[in-house]
């Protein structure tokens, strides 16, 4: 099977060209296998590159455990810079379908080559309290803060969070500190806890300025990643549903920066960032 393997700020998966390629195994566990480090190519994931009946392109991603994700921020821009970099389109605004949707992105390119993405993430939707509300810039306007924040008790401690959904569930903590944070102890503990009976993903945030925050994360099904970027735009959306940020922040995660928009007209998160292709090979299946 042939692969490419390419990452977003860190965040890296293996590509697979399913108008090319046939797999040859069902795609949780071929996941599996590709994103072991040791024993595979190494990765956080698996991500399908295939034909869709309604937009341009359709991306499918697998976690590294082999669990189905419903969405990739970083994933979709190095979709979109494969499929034009290897000349499957030559148009700079492309239409990819996920399971959350379809995503629009505008591609920035020198040379023949993309080298930064944009996309438009969709609107978020609130998921405190157990809601599910889209934040409208009607909603926006309005929310009371009383209706932003949920207490999780985590290992008899008392965490506060903001719960929101860029296609994916992010539930998003602020802290003093996110280089002290035990990730690896407290990350997988609110991932499985039971307020969450889909799992979710977790972020830690600090806050730097009114335009820039720091970011960890720990994702659903891979542990902590390099990067993530529908976590991102949580974060950015947290942010400012909190007081925190302006409307665009910088969001520093452990592999880069991605700078985030929550477009105040018409509620739409736009996330920037770079997509990188590492190299091409085949695996053995």
Known sequence: MKFTKMHGIGNDYVYVNCFEEELAMDPGRLAELVSDRHCGIGSDGLILIKPSAVADFCMD??????????????????????????????MTTIRIETLSGIKTIDLTVKDGKVRLANVDMGMPVLLSQGVNRELTPEVRKEIADSEIWEVL?????????????????????????????EI???GPAIETHPRFPDRTNVEFVQIVDESHVKMRVWE???????????GACAVAVAC?????????????????????????????????GPATEVFTGEFNV
């Not at 409307?247 to 928009?261: H, N």
């Open 153 to 181: 008790d985590v290992q008899d401690k008392e965490m506060s969070m903001i719960h929101i959904s860029m296609g994916n569930p992010h539930a998003v903590f602020f802290v003093d500190d996110v280089d002290n944070i």
């Open 184 to 186: 690896e102890k407290i």
């Open 220 to 230: 659903r099904g891979a542990g902590e990643t390099m990067a993530c970027g529908t």
């Open 240 to 272: 400012r549903l909190a007081g925190y940020s302006q409307d665009k922040v910088d969001v520093r995660l452990l592999g880069g920066t991605l700078t985030i928009f929550w477009n105040p007209d018409n509620g739409h998160v736009e996330m920037c």
């Open 61 to 90: 991603m697998y976690n590294s455990d082999g669990s189905r994700g419903a969405m990739c921020g970083n994933g979709i821009r190095c979709v979109a810079k494969y499929v034009y970099d290897h000349g499957m389109t030559n």
